[in-house]
């Protein structure tokens, strides 16, 4: 059974920085599209940011481009989402993501999520 474990959200305040992880188990995932989606409180789930199976390529959604960097190990099996220059509008629930098909926007399997919170 595939299972998505994030870890390293918190409360911080603006400006500063988190690095949140995912371990993945349940299958190898080298060949998998892994990414990060959010939900903020009243608000839709919205794409964060995504990485190939191999690393090479990353996509992020415009308002983090320059402040979030994802990254993966695939021995270890884990992704990691690097924060930077924290917003408050960066609040919200932050989901692992990940795809078999190679898919960006749409992911087959997700974690349970982890609280990120930024304060003003």
């Known amino acids: 059974q595939v299972q998505l474990v994030e870890s390293g959200g918190g409360l911080v305040q603006a400006g500063a920085s988190l690095r949140l992880s995912c371990a993945a188990s349940?299958?190898?995932?080298?060949?998998?599209?892994m990414g990060w989606f959010r939900q903020a409180p009243g608000k839709e789930r919205e794409f964060v940011a995504a990485?190939?199976?191999?690393?090479?390529?990353?996509y992020g959604t415009r308002s983090v481009k320059a402040r979030f960097i994802i990254s993966r190990d695939n021995a270890k099996n884990t992704v990691s989402l690097q924060m930077n220059n924290l917003k408050p509008e960066d609040t919200a629930v932050y989901y692992c993501t990940a795809d078999p098909l190679g898919r960006v926007y749409v992911m087959d399997y997700w974690g349970k999520g982890t609280l990120v919170t930024v304060s003003s």
């Open positions: 349940g299958r190898t995932f080298s060949g998998y599209t």
């Open positions: 990485i190939n199976w191999s690393g090479a390529d990353t």
